[in-house]
C-alpha cells in the first residue's frame, strides 16, 4: 500500500525559505518518478515540480522556476522540495505523489496517489 507522509510546512514571510519532506513507503520508491503538486485555497491542484526515478532530471512550472528544487534520496525513501524566496502566491498544500510517465508533463492527473499534505503559508 502507496504511503507518502508530507512535512516541513509553515507560516513564513514572504522572501524566506522552507524545505520541504516526503517519506514514502510501500511500494519501489528508487524506480518511481516523483512529482510534488499544490492546492491554493479555492483553488484546483497545480503541477509544481517533477523528477524522475534517479533523481538526474527534474522538472519545473514556470512559477516556481529558480526558485524551487526538487531532489530525493533513494536510500532513505525520500523526497524533498527546497523553496526559495517565498511569495505570497505559493500559499497552498503541499503533495508529493508517485507518479507514472508523463512526470514531467506539467500535469497531474489526480489518479496518482499522494499524501494528506503539509500546509505553507507566505504572508506578505
Known amino acids: 500500500q502507496v504511503q507518502l507522509v508530507e512535512s516541513g510546512g509553515g507560516l513564513m514571510q514572504a522572501g524566506g525559505s522552507l524545505r520541504l519532506s516526503c517519506a514514502a513507503s510501500?511500494?519501489?520508491?528508487?524506480?518511481?518518478?516523483m512529482t510534488w503538486v499544490r492546492q491554493a485555497p479555492g483553488g484546483g491542484l497545480e503541477w509544481v515540480s517533477g523528477v524522475n526515478s534517479g533523481g538526474d532530471t527534474t522538472a519545473y512550472s514556470e512559477s516556481v522556476k529558480g526558485r524551487f528544487v526538487i531532489a530525493r534520496d533513494n536510500t532513505r525513501n525520500a523526497l524533498y522540495l527546497q523553496m526559495r524566496n517565498l511569495k505570497p502566491e505559493d500559499t497552498a498544500v503541499y503533495f508529493c505523489?508517485?507518479?507514472?510517465?508523463?512526470?514531467?508533463?506539467?500535469?497531474?492527473?489526480?489518479?496518482?496517489?499522494r499524501g494528506q499534505g503539509t500546509q505553507v503559508v507566505v504572508l506578505s
Open positions: 510501500g511500494f519501489d520508491f528508487s524506480s518511481s518518478p
Open positions: 505523489a508517485k507518479s507514472e510517465s508523463g512526470w514531467s508533463s506539467g500535469i497531474y492527473p489526480g489518479t496518482w496517489p
